[in-house]
Nanobody, 130 residues
Framework: QGQLVESGGGLALPGGSLRLSCAAS???????????MGWFRQAPGKGREFVAA????????NYGDSVQGRFTISRDNAKNTLYLQMANLKPEDTAVYYC????????????????????WGQGTQVTVAS
């Protein structure tokens, strides 16, 4: 286990943008480049929802239907950091956003299944309101 720390959340206007970061340290930092990484979110009173994932090779990404075309996931393996660029934000994007590490190193496929991620950050709040 290591440490994942999200940052960049806050208040945004509808139609606005935010960029989230997730810094990996400790054991997660040492092995960051070996694992697929994902972003999930949880709105009040709702279950945790898959947002996006990126392969450890950085060349393959996958998105949830609700954010496709508006959000972009990326990573910098040299900096042990995961990003989520969010554009054209909507009030329904309001949630706590979590980054997470895949359970298995070098997995070839991306998965949206929560149980396939075994290391989670503490979350960062994103609120979209006018």
């Amino acid at each position: 286990q290591g440490q994942l720390v999200e940052s960049g959340g806050g208040l945004a206007l509808p139609g606005g943008s935010l960029r989230l970061s997730c810094a990996a340290s400790g054991a997660s930092g040492v092995t960051f480049s070996r694992y697929n990484m994902g972003w999930f979110r949880q709105a009040p009173g709702k279950g945790r929802e898959f947002v996006a994932a990126i392969r450890w090779t950085r060349d393959i990404t996958n998105y949830g239907d609700s954010v496709q075309g508006r959000f972009t996931i990326s990573r910098d393996n040299a900096k042990n950091t995961l990003y989520l660029q969010m554009a054209n934000l909507k009030p329904e994007d309001t949630a706590v956003y979590y980054c997470a590490k895949d359970r298995y190193a070098y997995r070839s496929n991306l998965t949206p299944r929560i149980q396939e991620y075994d290391d989670w950050g503490q979350g960062t709040q994103v609120t979209v309101a006018s």
